[in-house]
C-alpha cells in the first residue's frame, strides 16, 4: 500500500477545532465516530449498571436486593434493550467502522457524510428516550417484547420503549447504507475487492443486515404499539391475532441482528491477529467470503428461537438443520485465525491478549450454539440460564472483548496517545477471567434447569449463582480499568507516532491523529494487505535486542 | 459449598436419552475447545517473538486444509441434527394409550385438571409408568410449562392447544416452572409433579370422594349452555349431532367447494368460539358464538364430553 509521504508541518488534525459547534456540525466521519464512541460508551455502563444490581439481588434465592419483583424485571429488560440496541449494535460499526473505514479503503470521508452526522443525531434522540423510559417508569417485557403480553398485559412504558427502538434502527440502517454505498464507490485506484482489509469485508456484510433487516423490527415494534393503542387485532388471540406471528417477525430481524453484533468483531479480530503474529492472515478469501455466507444464512434460521413456540415440528427440523449450517462459515474463521498463529513472530500487547481471548470465547459460544440447534437438547434449555450463558459468551465474551480490543489496537490512532501497557494487560486478563466465572457456572445452571428471568429461585442453585457474581465483580474491574487510563491518557502528549503497532494498511501510513482530509493527496494501492514478514520482525527484534544490550 | 449437582435428576425415558445426546454433544464442545486452545498455546509459545525456530515459507493459504475443516464440522452437524431430531420426533409421538390431562396457564398459576374429575393447581399427580398427555392453553399471555426432571418444555397459547406428553419412571416430587416471562409474578408460576405408585394415585383421585368426571361435567356444561338444544335433535333447528364426530374428518362448505377438516380439540374450540368460520357441509350458519362466556377450563370440560361421544354410532 502507498500512501503520500507524510509533510513536514502538517494540516492540522481532525481534533483542533474545539468549538461545540465544530463537533455538533462536523460531516468528519472520524468526530462522529468520536461522538458515537462517547454516547455507547455511557450506554454501556448505564447497561452495566443494571447488570450489577441483576448479579447482586441473584447472589440469593429471595428477593431481598431490589424492592420489588416488579423492580427486577424492569431492571433486566432495560440491561437487554441498552445493551442491544444502545450499546452493541452501534459500538463497533458506528465508532469504530466510521473512523476507520473510509482511511482503510484510501477515502476522505462517508459516502453520505451528513446523513452519517444524522445518524448519530438519531441514535441520540432514541437513547435519550430510554434514559427517559428508564427514569420515569421503566418497562417490564423484556428486550423480546413478546406478545400478548407486551401488547395487552403489561402495565409499563411499551409504547414509549417501543418508539425508541423504532428510531434507534434508523440510526442502524444510515449507517449500513453509508458503509455499502462507500465500500462501492469511494475505493482508492488501485484497492481492488480482494485488497480490502478484512475489517472491510465484515462491515460490508455487517452493513447489508442492517439494511436489509431492521426495517423488519422497525415493523413489528409498530405492530406492537397499534395493538396496545387501537387494539388492532394483530397478536392477541382475543382481538383475532395469531402471537407466534410476532415471535417470527421479531427474530426475523434480532437474529441477523446477534450477526450485526459479531461479524464486526470477526473485522476487528482479523486485523489485529496478522498484525501481531506478523504474517500475512491465513485464508483471506475464505475469511472474506464467510462472512458473507454468515449474513446470507443469518437470515434463514430465525426459527431456532421457536423450537418449543408451537410451530410444527417440520418447521423446527429446516431451522435446525440451517442452523447447524452457520457453523461452517463461523468454523472457517476460527481455524484461519488460528492458522495465522503458525509460523509467525507473535507479540503480546494488549490488543492481541484481547484478539486471543475472543478466539477461545467465541469457539465456546459458538459450539453451545451447536448444542442449541439441536432440536430435543434445545427443548430442554430454551428460556433458562443455557442460553443466557450461550449468547453472553458471543455479545461479551465475542463482541465486547473484540470491542475492547480494537479501542485499544486504534487508541493510538484516534488521539495520538498510547496507554500503560501493563493496565491493558491486566484488564485484558480480568475480562477474560471475569467472564469466564461469571458466565461458566450459568451453563451449567440453565442445564439443571433454572429458568431465566427468574427474580426468586430454588435454593439448590444458590452456589452457582454466586459463583457468577463473584466473576461478574472481577469482570467489572476489568470493564472500569480501560475507562481510567484511557481518559488519564488524554492528559498526556500525544506519544504515539504514527504507526506504533508496525502495522501494514493505510490508517498506519497517516498521521496519528490524523488531519481533516485524512491524506495528503491521491492514494494509489499497489499491492495486498497484511504483507507482513515475520523473517523480518525477526531481524528487527534481534537488532533491537542487541541495542538495547549494548 | 461445593456439593451443587451436575446432572439434573432423570425421571423419563427420554431424560436418559437426552442426557446421551447432550454428553456426546459436550464431547464435541470439549474436544474442539481444547484443540482451539492447545494450538493456540502451542502456537504462542513456539512462535513467540524471539524464539529461534524456522519461520521460512509461512503458508498464506491451503485448500486442502480449508476443505477438512469444512467437511469435519459438516459431518459432526449431520450426526447430531439426526441424533436429536429422532429423539425431538419422539416428542411428537405420544403412546396411544396415554392419559390425557388439561392445563390452564394463568397469569400466575397453573390449573390441571384430571379425566377422572378431580382438579389440582400448581401440583400434579400422576402414576408411575404411565404414559401422560397434558392438552395445554393459556388465559392470558404466554407461558411455557417445565419439567426438568423430564427434560420437556412446550410454550402455552393464549386462543391455541399445545401439548407435552412424558412417562415417568422415577416416584418423586420434581419441579415444575413456567419458562416463557410472563409478567410480575413469572418466577413463582412454579409447581410440583408428583409421580406416585399406581395404588396411591387411585387412593389420591379418589382422597376427594368420586364426584361427575371432566366429561361429565362437560355435559353438564353442553346442557346449561344450550348447547344440547340443538345439537340433541330439534325440531326448529337444524344443527349437525356430535356422536361419532370427534377424529373424523369433517365436509366444510368453502364457497362452492368442501374440504375436509380433522374435528379435533382444535376444530371444537374454533367451531364453539368462531361458528361461523368453519361450517359443516348441508348446515346453515346459524350458531352464535360463545366467545368471551366460557371458561377456558369449561371449554375443555365440553370438549372432554364431546371426545367422550367418538365412539358413538353417528345420527344424521
Not at chain 1, 339 to 351: M, N, Q
Not at chain 2, 49 to 56: E, I, Q
Not at chain 2, 81 to 94: A, G, K, R, T
Amino acid at each position: 500500500m502507498s500512501a503520500p509521504a507524510i509533510p513536514s508541518d502538517p494540516p492540522a488534525d481532525y481534533l483542533t477545532d474545539h468549538t461545540v459547534k465544530s463537533w455538533l456540525l462536523t460531516g468528519d466521519h472520524k468526530r462522529i465516530g468520536v461522538l458515537f464512541l462517547i454516547s455507547v460508551t455511557i450506554f454501556f455502563f448505564v447497561g452495566g449498571a443494571a447488570a450489577t444490581l441483576l448479579r447482586l439481588e441473584l447472589m440469593t434465592p429471595k428477593g431481598d436486593v431490589l424492592a420489588s419483583a416488579d423492580a427486577f424485571n424492569r431492571l433486566f429488560t432495560m440491561h437487554g434493550v441498552v445493551m442491544i440496541f444502545f450499546f452493541l449494535i452501534p459500538s463497533i460499526p458506528a465508532v469504530l467502522g466510521n473512523f476507520l473505514l473510509p482511511i482503510m479503503i484510501g477515502a476522505r470521508d462517508m459516502a453520505f457524510p451528513r446523513l452519517n452526522l444524522l445518524s448519530w443525531y438519531i441514535y441520540l434522540i432514541g437513547g435519550l428516550l430510554g434514559i427517559w423510559i428508564l427514569i420515569f417508569g421503566g418497562v417490564d417485557t423484556g428486550w423480546t417484547f413478546y406478545t400478548p403480553f407486551s401488547s395487552m398485559y403489561s402495565n409499563t412504558m411499551v409504547v414509549t420503549a417501543a418508539v425508541s427502538v423504532f428510531i434507534v434502527g434508523f440510526s442502524s440502517i444510515l449507517t449500513g447504507l453509508n458503509i455499502i454505498v462507500t465500500t462501492h464507490t469511494l475505493r482508492a485506484p488501485g484497492m481492488t475487492w480482494f485488497r480490502l482489509p478484512l475489517f472491510v469485508w465484515s462491515h460490508y456484510a455487517t452493513a447489508l443486515i442492517m439494511v436489509l433487516g431492521t426495517p423488519v423490527l422497525a415493523i413489528s415494534v409498530v405492530l406492537v404499539g397499534l395493538e396496545r393503542i387501537f387494539r388492532v387485532g394483530v397478536f392477541d388471540p382475543a382481538l383475532g391475532g395469531d402471537p407466534i406471528l410476532f415471535q417470527h417477525l421479531f427474530w426475523f430481524y434480532s437474529h441477523p441482528a446477534v450477526y450485526i453484533m459479531v461479524l464486526p468483531a470477526f473485522a476487528v479480530v482479523s486485523e489485529i491477529i496478522p498484525c501481531f503474529a506478523r504474517r500475512p492472515i491465513f485464508g483471506y478469501r475464505f475469511i472474506a467470503f464467510s462472512s458473507i455466507a454468515i449474513a446470507i444464512f443469518s437470515f434463514l434460521v430465525w426459527g431456532h428461537h421457536m423450537f418449543v413456540s408451537g410451530q410444527s415440528m417440520y418447521v423446527g427440523a429446516i431451522f435446525s438443520v440451517l442452523s447447524f449450517l452457520v457453523a461452517i462459515p463461523s468454523g472457517i474463521k476460527v481455524f484461519n485465525w488460528t492458522a495465522t498463529l503458525y509460523k509467525g513472530s507473535i507479540r503480546f500487547d494488549t490488543p492481541m491478549l484481547y484478539a486471543l481471548g475472543f478466539i477461545g470465547l467465541f469457539t465456546i459460544g459458538g459450539l453451545t450454539g451447536l448444542m442449541l440447534a439441536s432440536l430435543a437438547i434445545d427443548v430442554h434449555v430454551h428460556d433458562t440460564y443455557f442460553i443466557v450463558a450461550h449468547f453472553h459468551y458471543i455479545m461479551v465474551g465475542g463482541s465486547v472483548m473484540a470491542f475492547l480490543g480494537a479501542l485499544h489496537f486504534w487508541w493510538p490512532k484516534i488521539t495520538g496517545r498510547m496507554y500503560p501497557e501493563f493496565w491493558g494487560k491486566l484488564s485484558a486478563l480480568l475480562v477474560f477471567a471475569g467472564f469466564n466465572v461469571t458466565f461458566l457456572p450459568q451453563f451449567l445452571l440453565g442445564w439443571l434447569g433454572m429458568p431465566r428471568r427468574y427474580f426468586e429461585y430454588r435454593p439448590e442453585f444458590q452456589v452457582l449463582n454466586v459463583m457468577s457474581t463473584a466473576g461478574a465483580s472481577i469482570l467489572a474491574m476489568g470493564f472500569l480499568l480501560p475507562l481510567v487510563y484511557f481518559l488519564l491518557s488524554l492528559r498526556q502528549p500525544r506519544n504515539a507516532g504514527s504507526n506504533p503497532w508496525g502495522a501494514t494498511g493505510l490508517e498506519w501510513q497517516i498521521e496519528s491523529p490524523p488531519t481533516s482530509h485524512n491524506f495528503h493527496g491521491p492514494v494509489l494501492v499497489t499491492c495486498e494487505p497484511y504483507m507482513y514478514s515475520p523473517e523480518e520482525a525477526e531481524r528487527e527484534y534481534a537488532h533491537e535486542q542487541l541495542v538495547h544490550h549494548s | 459449598m461445593w456439593d451443587f449437582p451436575l446432572f439434573p435428576e432423570q425421571a423419563t425415558a427420554n431424560a436418559q436419552k437426552l442426557d446421551a445426546l447432550m454428553l456426546f454433544e459436550v464431547g464435541i464442545l470439549v474436544f474442539f475447545t481444547t484443540l482451539i486452545f492447545t494450538l493456540i498455546l502451542v502456537f504462542c509459545l513456539r512462535f513467540r517473538r524471539g524464539s529461534k525456530v524456522d519461520r521460512s515459507n509461512a503458508p498464506t493459504h491451503s485448500q486442502a486444509l480449508e476443505v477438512i475443516w469444512i467437511a469435519i464440522p459438516a459431518i459432526l452437524s449431520a450426526v447430531m441434527f439426526i441424533w436429536s431430531m429422532q429423539l425431538f420426533y419422539e416428542l411428537y409421538d405420544p403412546p396411544a394409550d396415554a392419559a390425557e390431562i388439561s392445563v390452564v396457564g394463568k397469569q400466575w398459576m397453573w390449573y390441571l385438571q384430571h379425566p377422572q374429575g378431580r382438579s389440582e393447581t400448581n401440583e400434579l399427580h400422576v402414576p408411575l409408568g404411565q404414559a401422560v398427555k397434558l392438552n395445554m392453553t393459556s388465559q392470558d399471555v404466554i407461558h411455557s410449562f417445565f419439567i426438568p426432571a423430564f427434560r420437556i418444555k412446550q410454550d402455552v397459547l393464549p386462543g391455541r392447544y399445545t401439548s407435552l406428553w412424558f412417562q415417568p419412571t422415577k416416584v418423586g416430587k420434581f419441579d415444575l416452572f413456567c419458562a416463557e416471562y410472563c409478567g410480575t409474578n413469572h418466577s413463582i408460576m412454579i409447581g410440583t409433579v408428583h409421580v406416585m405408585e399406581p395404588a396411591d394415585y387411585e387412593a389420591w383421585l379418589a382422597a376427594k370422594g368420586v364426584g361427575p368426571s371432566q366429561a361429565e361435567e362437560g355435559e353438564r356444561l353442553f346442557v346449561q349452555h344450550h348447547c344440547a338444544g340443538c345439537h340433541r335433535g330439534s325440531q326448529t333447528v337444524h344443527a349437525p349431532r356430535l356422536e361419532g364426530v370427534y377424529g373424523k374428518p369433517v365436509p366444510i362448505q368453502d364457497g362452492e367447494n368442501i374440504r375436509f377438516i380433522q374435528a379435533d380439540d382444535r376444530y371444537i374450540r374454533d367451531s364453539i368460539l368462531e361458528p361461523r368460520s368453519e361450517v359443516v357441509a348441508g348446515y346453515e350458519p346459524l350458531m352464535p358464538s360463545y366467545k368471551d362466556q366460557i371458561s377456558e377450563q369449561d371449554l375443555l370440560k365440553i370438549i372432554a364430553y364431546i371426545k367422550s361421544l367418538a365412539n358413538q354410532e353417528p345420527i344424521q
